[in-house]
């Protein structure tokens, strides 16, 4: 079984890599996320995240990412490789989601968003 883990390689972390996904416009969204996809050229999926001031304070925003980040980790290896996620919550009433719901949330809407980029012709 591979490794289950987070590392810095794994991650995107300029604001460079964060519009390359945002410019590709393929994403997929449900009531809980929106996932925005874009190519790579790596062999493994890396993951960003994006949480606005409209989704609570500090520890709401800092929670959601807590749990964007576990729900990566554990898909990562089930994910598309050479694509980049960029992950933004939809707010909710009653605080982020559990872990569950961002977890199946996220391996659904990663294969779509994937599926569009494939079909548009960027390779996944």
């Not at 809980?32 to 500090?58: D, F, Q, T």
């Not at 989601?97 to 968003?113: D, F, I, N």
Request: aromatic residues 6%; charged residues 25%.
């Amino acid at each position: 079984m591979p490794p289950l883990t987070f590392p810095q390689s794994r991650r995107l972390k300029t604001p460079a890599e964060f519009d390359r996904c945002y410019g590709r416009k393929m994403s997929a969204a449900d009531g809980v996320l929106i996932v925005y996809a874009g190519e790579n050229g790596l062999a493994h999926p890396r993951l960003g995240c994006s949480v606005s001031k409209k989704v609570g304070g500090a520890v709401v925003r800092n929670r959601y990412k807590r749990l964007f980040r576990e729900a990566f980790r554990r898909l990562q290896h089930d994910l598309p490789q050479g694509v980049d996620f960029v992950v933004i919550p939809r707010p909710a009433k009653n605080g982020p989601p559990p872990q569950a719901a961002v977890t199946a949330s996220l391996a659904k809407l990663a294969r779509q968003a994937a599926t569009k980029l494939l079909a548009s012709g960027g390779p996944p």
